[in-house]
C-alpha cells in the first residue's frame, strides 16, 4: 500500500511540472505579438493565424493561439464560388482557381509572395475550408499592390463565444 501511495504521489508531481503549463504561443489575458519582423518580402501578403477558443465574455477568459495552419490563396473568391455548409464560415467547396498554399510556422506567421491583384484566403479545419471574414466584394478579400506587401490577422474562431 505504502508503495502505491508513493507511486500516486510521483505521478501527481509529475502531471502538475513545468510540461504540463499551457503552450508558449497561447495567451489568456492579452493577444499574441504580431510577426512583423519576420516580413522579408516585397509584394504580397503576410499574416497571424489565431486559433481562438473559449468564452471572451467578459473578455479575458478564453484563449488565444498562434497557430500552423495551410493558408490556402484562391482568386477573388464570393459567396457564389463556393459551397457553404449550411450558414456556417465553413465551405465543402472553392470554385475559383487555386493561386497557392504556404504553411504558417508555430507562431502563426506566413508570408507569400503574389502579383498585383485581390484574393481570399481559407484554412482548412477538420478537411474543410473555413473563412469567417466576408467583405462587400468577396470572401476574406485581400488585395495586392504594386510593390506592397498586405498585412493580415486570419482569426479562426468557430470554438469562441463572444
Not at 507511486?7 to 512583423?36: A, G, H, Q, V, W
Not at 493565424?49 to 493561439?65: A, K, L, N, T, Y
Amino acid at each position: 500500500m505504502k508503495k502505491l501511495f508513493s507511486l500516486f504521489l510521483i505521478i501527481l508531481m509529475l502531471s502538475c511540472s513545468k510540461d504540463s503549463e499551457p503552450e508558449s504561443n497561447c495567451y489568456k489575458k492579452t493577444d499574441p505579438p504580431r510577426n512583423s519582423h519576420k516580413v522579408n518580402i516585397k509584394q504580397g501578403v503576410w499574416g497571424d493565424v489565431w486559433f481562438w477558443s473559449g468564452d471572451f465574455m467578459p473578455e479575458g477568459r478564453g484563449e488565444i493561439c498562434q497557430v500552423k495552419r495551410k493558408v490556402y490563396v484562391y482568386e477573388l473568391t464570393t459567396f457564389s464560388d463556393v459551397e457553404q455548409i449550411d450558414y456556417t464560415p465553413f465551405f465543402s467547396a472553392i470554385n475559383t482557381k487555386l493561386v497557392t498554399i504556404v504553411d504558417s510556422d508555430n507562431e502563426g506567421f506566413f508570408q507569400i509572395e503574389l502579383e498585383t491583384g485581390d484574393y481570399s484566403l481559407f484554412v482548412k479545419e477538420d478537411g474543410k475550408f473555413y473563412s469567417n471574414l466576408f467583405g462587400s466584394n468577396g470572401i476574406f478579400p485581400v488585395n495586392v499592390d504594386l510593390d506592397q506587401v498586405s498585412e493580415v490577422r486570419f482569426d479562426i474562431t468557430y470554438k469562441a463565444t463572444f
